[in-house]
């Protein structure tokens, strides 16, 4: 078999490619990434293909991936085609009885199945699950307050059976993983009550993450990652330059929760975390096996 010599530029860029990488795989073999997997991403089907690429290839190079997956507009549409109808406190949706329901059919049902099934296409292993197995994770009922339209004085807000984490036994994660099974997990989790919360996906994986030491913990986005005032990314960042940026006003909004998030992670033992934008295609690959990176990394 002979090569034309027209390909031979794109063969050596690929061959470059993997000995830039190499330093990487030799690094990371045998650890753990956690990946909180969302956004507009997830309703794409090139980079649905995109993302389960990524974790298969993780896998094969012997680093082990747990995905925890959200699915907010998911879960909107669903309840909008029931006629039951939402309500937002502080971006968080309250959860009765109904929408817990929903919720749960929707995250454990069929996104977590979907996301199973694109990895399986792919030659991976995943076992789709939920924080109820195995008490993966205990949740307890978010307690959120707020001030008062009028009066100003904070006021307590029921968000009904929405949790958040409070304890975490990453025990069937590591069996799975020693098993070569990539674990696919829904945010749903039940308290010592005995109800079912819904949790925030984020939140989820950053405390799954913490749990098992993982090397990465990886926050799919739909931004870029953190951006100063000018809109350039920035690259790297420790807890005193985040303060500083939140006092600035450069870190505002919905990107407050998301950075408190990978430093709540790094504060339990995980090496760095890391912002990312899930549409760009492959953005994992880019941020862990090139020198340059692709996203926010934030670290001790």
Known sequence: ???????????????????????????????????????????????????AEDVVLLKAVGINPVVVHGGGPQIGAML?????????????????????EVAEMVLAGKINKDIVGWIAALGGRAVGLSGKDAN???????????????????????????????????????????DNFIPVVAPVALGAD????????????GAIAGALGAKRFFLLTDVAGVLDKAGTLLTDLDRARIDALKADATITGGMIPKVDTC????????????????????AMLLEIFTARGAGTLIHR
Do not use: C, W
Not at 11 to 25: G, N, W
Not at 196 to 205: C, E, F, Q, V
Not at 263 to 282: F, K, S, T, Y
């Open 1 to 51: 078999m002979t090569t034309d010599p027209t390909q031979m530029p794109d063969l050596l860029a690929k061959a470059e490619t993997l000995v830039e990488a190499l330093p990487y795989l030799q690094r990371y073999a045998g650890e753990t990434f956690v990946i909180k997997y969302g956004g507009h991403a997830m309703g794409d089907p090139e980079a649905q293909r995109d993302f």
């Open 80 to 100: 909008k085609q029931l006629g039951i109808e939402s309500t937002f406190v502080g971006g968080l949706r309250v959860t009765d009885a109904a929408t817990a």
């Open 136 to 178: 993966l994770v205990l949740a307890e009922k978010m307690r959120r307050s707020e001030p008062d339209p009028n009066s100003g004085i904070e006021r307590h807000v029921d968000l009904g059976f929405v949790g958040e984490p409070v304890a975490v036994d990453p025990t069937i994660l590591s069996n799975l993983a020693g």
């Open 194 to 205: 005995g109800a079912t919360y819904n949790i925030n996906a984020d939140t989820m994986a």
């Open 263 to 282: 430093l709540g992670a790094v504060d339990a033992g995980v090496e760095a975390a890391v912002i990312l934008d899930g549409r760009v295609p492959h």
